[in-house]
């Protein structure tokens, strides 16, 4: 357990609106992820971090950015929120990344999001 | 990474033991094999892993074909919280490191 919190848990936007989610970890893991989880798709990566301030974008990153101005923080941000996100959010982080077949990612509880 | 394959669905007694398997026919030489579940309304959690021999947790038991061309994750009893979407997912470290997650199998469990 990577004590990784997020919040909000629940958000409800209309459309249009900026939303920003927090991820939040206390191992000081170096890599974290940012996922969605939509009926049919399983879980599929949004954004990546490899260190403080290194990002990259992951399968399905349009309409989102995101930020790492601290280890423990990633914050995801919709700049324009849209009906097509609304979905459940899912942050996880790792120690290891890339390098090893064998690192472990740890996940948060989730936010879901609904965007009227 | 490789694709895996699972069925959509397995039921199982509580207190009995579960086998899950997974198909993964194209997995390469250095290539981890991992299972996570999902219980109900929360995040993925990690479950074991391993390379090319059987491996034991506290939580489970992967035994891998000696082709590794299959594994099986065992559960030796179920209980009501086991009740999960059991994900078979294969490493090797990546691009980006991400999980790439496919349907799983829904575990349901009965008392």
């Known amino acids: 357990d990577a004590g990784i919190t997020q919040s909000p848990r629940h958000k409800v936007t209309e459309t249009g609106t900026p939303v920003t989610l927090r991820c939040h970890q206390t191992?000081?893991?170096?890599?974290m992820y940012w996922y969605r989880q939509d009926p049919g798709h399983g879980l599929r990566l949004i954004h990546y971090?490899?260190?403080?301030?290194?990002?990259d974008k992951g399968e399905v990153s349009d309409g989102y950015s995101v930020s790492r101005s601290k280890t423990e923080d990633f914050l995801l941000t919709l700049e324009s929120a849209t009906s097509s996100q609304t979905s459940v959010y899912f942050c996880?982080?790792?120690?290891?990344?890339?390098?090893?077949?064998?690192?472990?990612?740890?996940f948060g509880p989730g936010t879901r999001l609904t965007v009227l | 990474d490789a694709k895996t394959t699972q069925p959509n669905s397995m039921e199982s007694n509580e207190e009995e033991p579960v086998h899950l398997p997974c198909n993964h026919s194209?997995?390469?030489?250095?290539?981890?094999i991992h299972w996570y579940r999902q219980l109900p309304s929360q995040g993925p959690e990690y479950v074991i892993h391993?390379?090319?021999s059987n491996v034991n947790n506290r939580m489970a038991s992967l035994a891998i074909a000696e082709d590794r061309k299959s594994s099986t994750l065992i559960l030796h009893r179920a209980t009501l919280r086991d009740a999960a979407v059991y994900y078979c997912?294969?490493?090797?470290?990546?691009?980006?490191?991400?999980?790439?997650f496919g349907k799983g199998t829904k575990l349901s469990v009965k008392p």
């Open positions: 191992e000081n893991h170096r890599y």
């Open positions: 997912i294969l490493r090797g470290g990546g691009s980006q490191g991400n999980l790439i």
């Open positions: 971090s490899y260190g403080v301030k290194d990002t």
């Open positions: 194209t997995i390469s030489g250095t290539d981890y």
């Open positions: 996880a982080a790792a120690r290891g990344g890339t390098r090893s077949g064998t690192d472990t990612q740890y």
């Open positions: 391993g390379l090319t």
